[in-house]
C-alpha cells in the first residue's frame, strides 16, 4: 500500500496497513517532514511498525534543468536520498519533468539521470524513472525507456505506472521491449471514467480520483499490464498507486479493506496466468 | 579514422597517478602505531595542532588520524589520490554526482578537496606530489628532515585496497568507478594475493587496484557494511617479506584456504579489526 491512499498521522497509516497484513509500505516525503515530532520521530515509526519500504516518492522535474535551477534541484535531490537512506529504502521514485524550463533533449535527460543514479550510488538507492503523463517531454513509458537504456547505469531503472500507461494509451505491447531487470517497481491503479483526453483531465483524475486496481472501467488493462510484465520476468514490487480524495476522508480500515479485495484481484490474475491457456503461444 | 578514434575516450580523465596517501582513523593510536611499526612503517611527523600521524615506508605515506575518533579498531578512512589537478577533479567528480567531503573532515589543515567514498569513507584528491609535499603545511617531521623516507621492508608498496559491498551491488560500484575516474574491470579468474573473490578494479594510471567484494555465499547471519576493510601491500618476492615481516613479530594466517604462497599471505587480526594483505606485485609505485 502506498501512504498517499489514506488519511490522518504516519503512526496510524502504519497500523492500518500492517493489520490489514500488508508487508510492505510506499513512503512518501511528506509523511516524513510533517511529522509532528520531526522526521527522526517518523523515521523510527517506520522502522518500529515491521514494514519493508518498498520506495520513497517522489523526485520531481529533476532532469533537463540548467544552471542554478539545475543546482538547485541537485540539493532537493540529495535531500530526498538522504531521506530515503535514513528509511531503509532502496528505491527513491523520481518522475519525468513536467517543468517548461526542461530541455527535452535526450542527451541532457541522460546526462541528469546519471547524475542522479551517481548520488544515490554510496546510498544503495536505486531510482526508479517514470513517465507522468502529462511530462513535458517524457509521458510514455517507452521515452523512459530509451533514456534509461541510453544512460545505462545500473541503479537507474523505471517505474511503470498503469494509470499512466492507461490514461496515454500506450501500447502495451511496447512492455515486452524492456529489460524486466531495469524495472525498479509497478505502480497499480485504476479510475472510474472511460478517457482522460486532455492533460487538465489527466492531471485531474491522477490526483484525486483513481481507484483500487479492478475498482474501475479498465480492469482489463491493468490485468493485461501486469499479465504481460509477469510474463517478461518482472519479479519486483507492486505498489497501489491511489490517490483518492474520498479514501482520503473514509476510516482507514475501510479503504485498507478495500486494497485487500484489491489484491486477491490481482492473486486471482496471477494464478490463471499458469493456466496453459493464459500463456502466449 | 573514425570519430571515436580522432578524439578517444579520456581513459585517464582526473590524470590519476596512483595513492598519495592512505588514512586510517582510530583511537588506539599508539597500539596501532606500534603496529604500523612492525609492518615496517615509521613514524616521520606530527602534526602541529591534532592528533594525527604521519608514517612511512618507501613510497608509501600513511595517516593514522586519531582527532576525536570514537572507534579503537584501526579503519581505512580514506584514500588520497594524486590527480593532474584537486580542483579539477574535485569539480568534474561533483558534476558528474559525487557527494562533497563534509568541511573539517579531512585530517589536512590544508585544504585538500574529497568526496564521499563506500560507506564513512573519503576520496581525496592531491596535485602537489612531485615538488612540494602536502604534509610540509600540516606536520612537524621528527628529525626535521622534511622528506625522510624510511626504505620498504623487503619492496612493499601499495598494491590496492579492497572495499566490502552488500549483496548485488557490484554493478553500482562498478559505475561508480569507472563514470568518475576511469577505473577498468579485470577479467573474472584474474586475480591477485591469497583471496581469490570479488572484482578487481585497475586504476587508470595501471599503478594500484580496488577489489570488491560481496559477502559469501551462506553469510546471510553476518553482519556486513560497505566499506575500506583492508589495504593490500605489494611485495616483489612474497615469501622474502613474510620472513621479514615474521621476524618482526607480526604473524600471518596459516590455515585451510588461506596461507602465506608465492602470490600473497594475510595478516592475523590485530586490534580487533586491522588486517593487512600481502600480494605479489612488481608495480613501480
Known amino acids: 500500500m502506498d501512504t498517499i491512499t489514506l ?121 526508479a524513472y517514470e513517465a507522468l503523463s ?119 480500515p475501510m479503504v485498507c479493506e478495500r486494497a485487500r479485495r484489491s489484491v486477491g484481484w490481482i492473486t486471482g490474475l496471477v494464478s490463471r496466468r499458469s493456466l496453459p491457456a493464459r500463456r502466449r503461444a | 579514422m573514425t570519430a571515436a578514434e580522432r578524439n578517444p575516450e579520456p581513459r585517464n580523465p582526473l590524470g590519476i597517478d596512483g595513492i598519495e596517501f592512505i588514512e586510517y582513523t582510530t583511537s588506539q593510536a599508539q597500539a596501532f602505531g606500534a603496529l604500523l611499526q612492525k609492518m615496517g612503517f615509521a613514524a616521520v611527523a606530527r602534526h602541529r595542532s591534532r592528533e594525527v600521524m604521519l608514517y612511512r615506508q618507501g613510497s608509501m605515506n600513511l595517516i593514522v588520524n586519531s582527532h576525536g575518533a570514537a572507534d579503537p579498531v584501526p579503519t581505512v578512512n580514506a584514500i588520497a589520490l594524486r590527480v593532474r589537478d584537486a580542483a579539477f577533479a574535485h569539480q568534474h567528480s561533483i558534476d558528474l554526482g559525487a557527494w562533497d567531503m563534509p568541511t ?71 559505475d561508480f568507478y569507472e563514470s568518475l575516474f576511469g577505473f577498468e574491470v579485470l577479467p573474472r579468474g584474474q586475480y591477485f594475493g591469497v583471496l581469490p573473490k570479488g572484482t578487481l578494479l585497475e586504476s587508470p594510471c595501471h599503478k594500484f587496484y580496488l577489489q570488491l567484494i560481496e559477502p559469501p555465499p551462506g553469510a546471510e547471519d553476518v553482519h556486513w557494511d560497505e566499506g575500506l576493510v583492508r589495504v593490500g601491500l605489494g611485495a616483489p618476492d612474497v615469501p622474502k617479506a613474510v620472513k621479514t615481516l615474521q621476524e618482526r613479530g607480526i604473524v600471518f ?16 587480526v590485530y586490534l580487533g579489526g586491522v588486517t593487512f594483505e600481502l600480494v605479489v606485485s612488481h608495480l613501480k609505485p
Open chain 1, 7 to 127: 488519511a490522518g498521522p504516519l503512526e496510524a497509516k502504519l497500523k492500518a496497513v500492517r493489520e490489514a497484513g500488508f508487508t510492505q509500505i510506499m513512503l512518501n516525503a511528506t509523511d516524513i517532514v510533517g511529522h509532528p515530532d520531526g522526521e527522526a520521530a517518523a523515521v523510527a515509526a517506520v522502522r518500529a511498525s515491521g514494514l519493508r519500504v518498498t520506495g520513497f516518492q517522489v523526485l520531481r522535474d529533476f532532469e533537463g534543468l540548467s544552471g542554478t535551477l539545475h543546482a538547485y534541484k541537485v540539493d532537493v535531490a540529495k535531500a530526498m536520498l538522504d531521506m530515503c537512506h535514513a528509511l531503509g529504502s532502496t528505491v527513491l521514485l523520481a518522475c519525468s519533468s513536467v517543468s517548461p524550463h526542461a530541455s527535452g533533449k535526450s542527451e541532457e535527460l541522460v546526462k541528469d539521470l546519471r547524475k542522479l543514479a551517481m548520488l544515490a550510488v554510496p546510498l544503495n538507492i536505486r531510482v
Open chain 2, 104 to 174: 573539517r573532515a579531512s585530517a589536512m589543515e590544508l585544504h585538500i578537496p574529497g568526496i564521499h567514498g563506500v560507506g564513512d569513507s573519503l576520496l581525496y584528491f592531491v596535485d602537489r606530489y612531485a615538488d612540494f609535499s602536502i604534509y610540509d603545511v600540516d606536520f612537524i617531521f621528527e628529525s626535521n628532515i622534511k622528506n625522510a623516507k624510511p626504505p620498504a621492508l623487503a619492496g612493499l608498496h601499495w598494491f590496492g585496497v579492497v572495499q566490502a559491498i552488500l549483496p548485488d551491488r557490484t554493478a553500482d560500484w562498478l
Open chain 2, 253 to 268: 594466517v596459516d590455515n585451510g584456504a588461506v596461507q602465506p604462497s608465492d602470490k600473497g599471505a594475510l595478516t592475523q
Open chain 1, 134 to 252: 502529462w511530462g513535458r517531454h517524457v509521458n510514455e513509458f517507452p521515452q523512459s525507456w530509451d533514456i534509461v537504456a541510453e544512460a545505462d547505469r545500473s541503479n537507474l531503472g523505471l517505474c511503470i505506472d498503469s494509470y499512466h500507461v492507461i490514461a496515454n494509451q500506450t501500447d502495451l505491447e511496447l512492455l515486452e521491449d524492456i529489460d524486466p531487470r531495469k524495472i525498479f517497481l509497478v505502480q497499480l491503479s485504476d479510475f472510474l471514467w472511460q478517457e482522460v483526453r486532455s492533460k487538465e483531465e489527466r492531471i485531474e483524475t491522477a490526483r484525486h480520483s483513481r481507484v483500487f486496481p479492478g475498482e474501475g472501467v479498465h480492469s482489463d488493462k491493468v490485468a493485461e499490464i501486469t499479465r504481460k510484465l509477469d510474463e517478461t520476468g518482472y519479479r519486483g514490487d507492486y505498489s497501489f498507486e491511489v490517490f483518492n480524495d474520498d479514501y482520503r476522508q473514509l476510516p482507514l
